[in-house]
């Protein structure tokens, strides 16, 4: 079966802490990786593509590791825009992907 | 640049009528085509994706059913609706990179 787990926080915060965010990922098949981030009652968003050497987008990092299925998200100096629910997106075949049921993350000032 | 567009936004519906959603893209010729569903607390679970005209392909069997009339074009359909059919519909699209891109998605109760 194919899956993709994720802590469904919440993960509560204050705005300028760092939090990190994992996901396993049961098809080692898988070729690309995501980050989508989803707001209350609105539809996903891409937030970042994951790359086996890791990448960073401004104070967001996303890291991957192949042999232990595994994928991290890193926020740092959180916003209060920041909170949001985060899926851990991965493929299983061409263009079709599998979403893990999302992260919560509230920043509180 | 490539738009999505989903309607209804919202949509209340007693339990045994029909259904029909439509999703268009602009902007893309010939791009692999989703419907998504997510129910309360729970995933995204894809239920059809298109990769043109007229092919279908389901990933759950259930009570809906997807056409693909025009290119851009992605229809969600029930003959009868059942209480478990509420939820939030997402349609996506891609092409290149495996990325997809939704639309502003459909919330859907069945009472």
């Known amino acids: 079966r194919k899956e993709v787990e994720q802590d469904p926080g919440p993960f509560n915060v204050p705005e300028g802490a760092t939090v990190a965010f994992n996901c396993t990922y049961s098809?080692?098949?898988?070729?690309?990786f995501f980050w989508y981030r989803q707001d209350c009652r609105k539809e996903p968003k891409l937030l970042m593509s994951v790359y086996s050497s890791g990448n960073e987008d401004g104070r967001f990092t996303a890291q991957l590791n192949r042999a232990s299925q595994y994928i991290s998200l890193l926020i740092r100096d959180s916003k209060l825009s920041d909170s949001a629910t985060y899926l851990c997106v991965v493929t299983y075949s061409a263009g079709n992907l599998i979403f893990g049921k999302g992260t919560k993350l509230s920043v509180k000032p | 640049s490539q738009t999505i567009h989903q309607w209804p936004a919202t949509l209340v519906q007693p339990v045994g009528s029909p259904l029909s959603l439509e999703c268009t893209v602009e902007?893309?010729?010939?791009?692999?085509l989703y419907w998504y569903r997510q129910a309360a607390g729970r995933g995204l679970q894809l239920l059809f994706y298109?990769?043109?005209?007229?092919?279908i392909s389901s990933e759950v069997p259930q009570n809906l059913s997807a056409s693909r009339p025009q290119d851009r074009q992605f229809i969600l359909s029930s003959k009868k609706l059942l209480l478990s059919d509420s939820g939030f519909y997402l349609c996506a699209w891609n092409q290149l990179k495996n990325i997809q891109y939704f639309g502003a998605g459909t919330r859907l109760s069945v009472l």
């Open positions: 098809n080692s098949a898988s070729q690309s």
């Open positions: 298109s990769v043109g005209i007229g092919q």
């Open positions: 902007g893309t010729s010939n791009p692999n």
